[in-house]
């Protein structure tokens, strides 16, 4: 079956959906999302969150790149792929042990500049540049963080997590993901910025909420933080996990408001 003409994530997700033999119901028994949503995503009128493709992916059975269009994942040997990723969860293991004495970093401000190039790369889809280039620029940005702590320096540590959270997904590594929230809430406490430790406990209460199935009705979306419970929205239903209190969007830093 041939895909459309008009090609995005949700097309890509209707047409192997259906040669699952599976209705928009029946895969919504498989993945924590609702149909309203679902059906939105097919159509093109929402955008589908990396979370969301990872759970229909793996409902599937089918890689997440089937889904999203990126042919050169799907290309790779399971041992290629896994030698990329190798050295992002060793940057990420390695995170306490302080700065590197063979690293020289650079200034602040072109490390500041890496880290944003790291989340425009995931943006726009080129990951294995992405992973390439990741586990040397946490290790440089440590350093630094290390050698001179600033909040800056601590913040786009944490953007540089959250860029491996993104690619954990994207890829396919789930747990490695997990860690890499971890590790994004603890540089987040570094550089004091009650937003960025906000942003990962969302993110981390979203998974929660989702695989306990709660709520139902889903489909709002944050701008970069994927979607959001509704019902905290409109003020009803129960709150996420950990009591958490609500940010105005327009509040939100710009860099952390675009869509990865």
Not at 184 to 198: K, N, Q, V
Not at 217 to 230: I, K, V
């Amino acid at each position: 079956m041939p895909l459309p003409g008009d090609e995005h994530t949700g097309t890509r997700i209707a047409h192997h959906r259906k040669r699952a033999g599976l209705t928009q119901r029946g895969l919504t028994q498989r993945v924590p999302y609702s149909y309203s949503l679902l059906t939105q995503v097919e159509s093109g009128h929402k955008p589908a969150s990396p979370d969301l493709v990872a759970a229909v992916a793996k409902a599937l059975s089918i890689d997440v790149t089937a889904l999203t269009g990126q042919p050169y994942v799907t290309e790779l040997q399971q041992d290629r792929l896994a030698a990329l990723v190798r050295p992002i969860r060793e940057a990420l293991d390695l995170y306490d042990l302080g700065a590197d004495p063979a690293i020289t970093p650079r200034p602040t401000p072109q490390l500041v500049a890496a880290a944003e190039a790291l989340c425009q790369l995931v943006r726009a889809t080129k990951l294995h540049d992405a992973a390439v280039d990741l586990p040397d620029t946490i290790a440089e940005i440590t350093t630094a963080a290390n050698r001179s702590p600033s909040s800056v320096l601590w913040a786009a540590l944490s953007s540089t997590y959250r860029t491996a959270h993104d690619l954990a997904v994207k890829l396919g590594y789930y747990d490695l993901s997990t860690v890499a929230l971890d590790r994004m809430d603890w540089a987040a406490s570094r550089a004091s910025d009650p937003l960025l430790s906000a942003v990962r406990q969302y993110m981390r209460a979203l998974v929660t909420s989702e695989r306990a199935n709660t709520p139902s009705d889903r489909g709002w979306s944050l701008p970069g933080m994927g979607y959001w419970s509704s019902p905290l929205r409109r003020g009803r239903g129960r709150p996420l996990p950990g009591s958490f209190t609500l940010v105005r969007a327009s509040s939100l830093p710009v860099r952390m408001m675009k869509t990865r």
